[in-house]
């Protein structure tokens, strides 16, 4: 896409002189080793190229400049890949680059993802001085079997570790993202892991079930009978228990799979599930602004030389029209704990959320998925786990 056409698509004034808020990814494709479950768009053995991806990445920033003018940032997330698998340098330098050519004097949450095994002291006080705010770090178990198991370079003791010296830095907000439904896991696994971190006093936990993405070790694995995953009674039951007892510890359980201490839930993704503008930067980041949806190349040859041309690396792009919008906002809001609320359809999309959506509302609270009231529609605990069902019937 070249300049001409982004600027026929995003040419417009916010009324007033109000700026609209953004949510703004970047990301950071490199890895030291790639985990046994993982397709995300990442590389190990690839460090030669950092110096030469982090010029691209501040050249496509500086390109959108002039698009994002009316726009106020929000939250800034860098993910990956592993970002603390780089030189804190690079962070802090993206980082200063935003607040120096955006409007970014408002930003309330800059994330930043890391892992045990490529975290230290050094990278945390650049990440300090560079304003980050929240650590978002991957441990997925502390059972060494398990994290042996589906390649993690760490250890549970890492993992502790890392907590702890994240919070004696002064670090305040931290999530830990961990998993269920790993081969060979049982629900005791889950509760005690889920019991160290709690005592290890974070704000934020992910708690989500592995999924099997074609063309990974894992998969292959399991296909060719190697592992053995928990059935899907069994990883419904290490979900439910692991909700119980984080409810049980004063935790809020606030999207399907992310739970926090009151106030902590996370603003970026909130963007996300509430499908407001956020724009990603780097190969195979994703946007969504004013109605247009793109994902960038995934490639780093592709990448570099559209930014070469001068023209956004975009990949694929798409217009999404209401009908498609006002889908993608019941899907995304119903993954919420407090679901859709009645008034913000209305005063987004000008209809009664009844008059669109009234027929898949009542089938499905009749069968016990949804539940209504005056004010909002949500899953119960059973459309929690059957939430696709719903989907289907949702989407234009």
């Known amino acids: 896409m070249n300049k001409c056409t982004l600027l026929c698509v995003h040419n417009y ?70 970002p603390s698998y780089v030189d804190g340098k690079y962070i802090k330098r993206l980082i200063e680059f935003i607040r120096e050519n955006y409007n970014a004097e408002n930003v309330e949450e800059i994330t930043i993802e890391a892992n045990p095994g490529t975290l230290n002291r050094e990278k945390l006080i650049l990440y300090k001085e560079a304003g980050v705010n929240r650590i978002s770090l991957g441990a997925q178990s502390l059972n060494d079997r398990l994290l042996k198991t589906i390649g993690r370079i760490h250890t549970s003791e890492d993992v502790v570790e890392s907590i702890r010296l994240i919070k004696a830095l002064g670090f305040d907000n931290i999530n830990v993202d961990l998993m269920f439904g790993l081969p060979n896991q049982t629900v005791a696994d889950c509760i005690s892991t889920l019991e ?114 001068d023209k956004a690396p975009i990949n694929v792009a798409e217009y999404i029209d209401s009908n498609m919008e006002m889908a993608e906002y019941m899907i995304m809001g119903l993954r919420l704990i407090d679901g859709i609320d009645k008034d913000d359809f209305r005063s987004r999309f000008g209809k009664n959320i009844e008059d669109v959506y009234g027929h898949v509302i009542d089938k499905y609270v009749r069968e016990g998925l949804l539940e209504e009231n005056s004010n909002n529609v949500k899953f119960t605990e059973k459309g929690l786990d059957l939430s696709n069902i719903v989907y289907v019937d949702i989407l234009p």
């Open 196 to 309: 160290v971190v709690v005592d290890l006093g974070v704000e934020h936990i992910s708690y989500y079930s592995l999924i099997l993405e074609e063309n990974t070790p894992i998969s292959r694995w399991y296909e060719e009978g190697k592992i053995k995953l928990p059935d899907d009674e069994l990883d419904r039951m290490m979900y439910h228990e692991g909700v119980k007892f984080l409810k049980s510890k004063g935790f809020k359980h606030y999207e399907i799979s992310n739970f926090c201490k009151p106030g902590f839930e996370c603003k970026h993704n909130l963007f996300y599930w509430q499908i407001r503008p956020y724009m990603g930067f780097g190969i195979a980041a994703h946007s969504n602004v004013e109605k247009n949806r793109f994902s960038n190349y995934t490639s780093f040859n592709d990448y570099f030389s559209s930014l070469k041309e």
């Open 13 to 82: 004034c916010k009324e007033g002189g109000i700026l609209e808020e953004l949510a703004v990814y970047i990301h950071m494709p490199f890895c030291k080793k790639k985990c046994h479950y993982c397709d995300f768009v990442s590389f190990a053995g690839m460090d030669d190229w950092i110096d030469e991806y982090i010029d691209f990445l501040l050249m496509e920033m500086n390109w959108y400049k002039p698009y994002l003018k009316d726009y106020s940032i929000k939250t800034l997330f860098i993910g990956g890949g592993t």
